[in-house]
Nanobody, 126 residues
Framework: QVQLVESGGGLVQPGGSLRLSCAAS????????IGWFRQAPGKEREGVSC????????YYADSVKGRFTISRENAKNTVYLQMDGLKPEDTAVYYC???????????????????WGQGTQVTVSS
């Protein structure tokens, strides 16, 4: 059974850090580009970051560039999202998802990804 499971979310103060994990089971994610998305209440799901399988090329939304870092550890079948300098506007449910190709799509949007996880809540508040 193909499954993605996100973990690592929680409550953190502004300026704090969290590391999210996206663990795959039932398939090897080493062959696929993996994206991170987030959805805040009342807002559409948006692309945050993507990492290719082919050469490790990464993409970041402007809103997180310089603060978030995506990485992958194929031996653990896991992709990570290190989030530093968190802001209240980063509060959302964070999801990971697979792209059908080894490279990230030109636009990191939900419609280009499948095999979604259930999400993990990130809340940034003092």
């Amino acid at each position: 059974q193909v499954q993605l499971v996100e973990s690592g979310g929680g409550l953190v103060q502004p300026g704090g850090s969290l590391r999210l994990s996206c663990a795959a089971s039932g398939f090897s994610l080493r062959y696929y580009a993996i994206g991170w998305f987030r959805q805040a209440p009342g807002k559409e799901r948006e692309g945050v970051s993507c990492i290719s399988a082919s050469d490790g090329t990464t993409y970041y939304a402007d809103s997180v560039k310089g603060r978030f870092t995506i990485s992958r550890e194929n031996a653990k079948n896991t992709v990570y999202l290190q989030m530093d300098g968190l802001k209240p506007e980063d509060t959302a449910v964070y999801y990971c998802a697979t792209h059908s190709r080894p490279w990230c799509p030109d636009t990191v949007v939900p419609s280009r990804f499948g095999s979604w996880g259930q999400g993990t809540q990130v809340t940034v508040s003092s």
